[in-house]
């Protein structure tokens, strides 16, 4: 498989040896080599249900296959990136925050709820499986991994969330009170809160 490296803070390195990988449309900034570009369509899964899914979320997941002998240089709007090994685990992604997948790994979408009481824009997740490494984006500054356990849930920002790997569930708190007292009132409806273990990374900055 393709390797993935975070070479620079903002940048990540594709070492493709004979070999493919996948990145969001748009990322590439340089490449070495011989390499070859296609789209690879929409990585919420084949066929008509993944059509329906990528009209109704407004976040088309567009992929290209970057394949061949060289390297190939990955950024996003000179957000953050940070390289994720999975080995048969499944990660929970925010859509717009996946840069590159290499590897065996499969990826759809799933709905988990209404970004906003006001607009009524739809969250939805991306989730990754099987074993290969992802690279994710983040805005602000690098990732914070913050632990999860039975004993400490973790309530985040929908737009502060990057992540989330392990035996973790999702659900909804929808008493947000605070984001008035901190300045924050911009209509969103609800915080994630994540309950079991594992890990949920956020970024610094709001989408």
């Known amino acids: 498989m393709g390797r993935l490296l975070d070479k620079s803070k903002k940048v990540v390195e594709a070492q493709l040896a004979g070999t493919t990988i996948r990145a969001i449309q748009g990322s590439m900034i340089a490449y070495e080599g ?5 789209s690879a369509g929409f990585g919420g899964g084949d066929g008509v ?5 990528r009209r109704a979320t ?6 290209m296959e970057c394949s061949g002998h060289g390297v190939v240089y990955l950024a996003v709007g000179g957000q953050y990136v940070s390289v994720v090994d999975l080995a048969n685990e499944t990660l929970q992604v925010e859509s717009q925050q996946l ?4 590897g065996n790994l499969n990826t759809n979408v799933t709905f988990t709820g209404l970004r906003g009481g006001v607009g009524g824009q739809g969250l939805f997740t991306t989730t990754v499986s099987g074993q290969g490494q992802v690279a994710l984006l983040s805005a602000g500054g690098p990732l ?29 708190v929808t008493d947000v009170s605070w984001r008035s007292a901190v300045g924050q009132g911009n209509g969103e409806a ?7 273990h594992g890990v ?5 900055a709001e989408r």
């Not at 407004?58 to 992929?63: F, I, K, Q, T």
Request: aromatic residues 10%; hydrophobic residues 45%.
């Open 34 to 38: 011989n390499v070859s570009f296609k």
């Open 49 to 53: 249900l993944a059509g329906m899914k």
């Open 58 to 63: 407004g976040e088309a997941l567009s992929l």
């Open 99 to 102: 840069l590159a997948l290499s």
């Open 144 to 172: 914070i991994h913050l632990e999860v356990s039975p004993q400490y849930p973790l309530v985040v920002d929908p737009d502060a969330f990057v992540s989330a790997r392990g035996q973790v569930t999702q659900s909804f």
């Open 190 to 196: 609800f915080s994630l809160k994540w309950d079991g």
């Open 200 to 204: 949920v990374s956020i970024q610094p």
